[in-house]
């Protein structure tokens, strides 16, 4: 391990003498919002940039393994949808003095929970919109405002964001889905970083297809 330190995704500063880098999981207060081992963002607190979560609306924030979020990202949450059904889209129950009662759940244009996957890079002052879901090892452009879903390894940039390309073809994306880097123990990922890292596709492709291969005739061999 680098200078003889395990990582630890129960530190708060992964960088030593510097603040403005933190692991998130262990800063989380508010139950709605669940972060994976590793993921990090570029400041000192995360729950800021979570705007509009608020507890009656039930919806959740949930941030894989290994995330790397940049400064000034935001995550909006349902709290921020007003009522889209009505002749007015102005929220009188929320303000003091005006008698109206809160509309029901159901004509709130809620969209469930915003879901980022393992691995994934979002850019300096991204904006996340309500219900999103960004799949493994997707990459959003800096600036960009991500209103659908982002399929897994694919690149997305712009307002509104769109997919401009996929990282690799389907058949690698396919196997890397499978493989779940993220998932095993800290000393295998270290063990991996060389492939992890390397520039070459197709020889990253064909060390994953073998360890893969190598995990499936393991369990083979448990199972009988």
Partial sequence: MKNGKKPDPNTIHPVSGYDKEIYIKPTIKNPNIIVGDF?????????SHVTHLYEWNGDKLIIGKFCQIASGVEFVMNGANHQMNAVSTFPFYTLEGWDMTPPAISDLPLKGD???????????????????HIGDGAIIGANSVVGRDIEPYSVAVGNPARVIRKRFDDEFITLLEKFKWWDRDIEEINSLIPILTCGDTEKAKAKITELSEQTTDQKGKNLS
Wanted: aromatic share 10%.
């Fill in 114 to 132: 915003t879901v980022i996957g393992n691995d994934v890079w979002i850019g300096q002052n991204a904006v996340i919109l309500p219900g999103v």
């Fill in 39 to 47: 993921s990090y963002i570029a400041d000192s607190d995360f729950e």
